[in-house]
T-cell receptor, first 110, second 113 residues
């Protein structure tokens, strides 16, 4: 059965801390892994990782795909209160059918 | 470009009724996917449509159905509503069939009483 598991379920940090969110996947014929940020609204896209693009970076956020370990991490450095959100990881076996993890809830305290 | 729009934003129904939700994708996007989001299960894939054809289907009962029109707008129908169908229903559009970025709409919050 295809599945995506994220850890930890929740995290509370202070502003300025660095956090690492984990995502592991078991997806037949894996094609891509996406990271999303969800506040009190629709998920917004962060990164897409594939076999040909295993590392992405945007500002304080970066993500790496480990094809051998079937996992990915999302790093956020120098966290800010605006980073508080649920971070979702999704893996696709084919086309646009994505399996989502239940997310990591991040709370950044001033 | 306007984003993905979903209507209605909120719905309250009673058990046994049926409901139709609508999604308009970003202009030019031909792929529309539907997801159910609940606190316990997270986001679960319902189905994907492309050019009026269902391409992929998740593990949901036949009470959940959908369709896509020639202008790429999509509707999702749930018949014989159950209490457990209460959820946020999200629609996402994409300009690709290759598992690239999906743009999500604001969702329809369905409450079944």
């Amino acid at each position: 059965e295809d599945k995506v598991v994220q850890s930890p379920l929740s995290l509370v940090v202070h502003e300025g801390d660095t956090v690492t969110l984990n995502c592991s996947y078991e997806v037949t014929n894996f094609r891509s892994l996406l990271w999303y940020k969800q506040e009190k609204k629709a998920p917004t896209f962060l990164f897409m990782l594939t076999s040909s693009g295993i590392e992405k970076k945007s500002g304080r956020l970066s993500s790496i795909l480990d094809k051998k370990e079937l996992s990915s991490i999302l790093n956020i450095t120098a966290t800010q209160t605006g980073d508080s959100a649920i971070y979702l990881c999704a893996a696709s076996p084919t086309g646009n059918q994505f399996y989502f993890g239940t997310g990591t809830s991040l709370t950044v305290i001033p | 470009k306007a984003g993905v729009t979903q209507t209605p934003r909120y719905l309250i129904k009673t058990r046994g009724q049926q409901v139709t939700l609508s999604c308009s994708p970003i202009s030019g996007h031909r792929s529309v996917s539907w997801y159910q989001q609940t606190p316990g299960q997270g986001l679960q894939f319902l189905f994907e449509y492309f050019s009026e054809t269902q391409r992929n289907k998740g593990n949901f009962p036949g009470r959940f159905s959908g369709r896509q029109f020639s202008n790429s707008r999509s509707e999702m129908n749930v018949s014989t509503l159950e209490l457990g169908d209460s959820a946020l229903y999200l629609c996402a559009s994409s300009d690709s069939l290759l598992g690239n970025e999906q743009f999500f709409g604001p969702g329809t919050r369905l409450t079944v009483l």
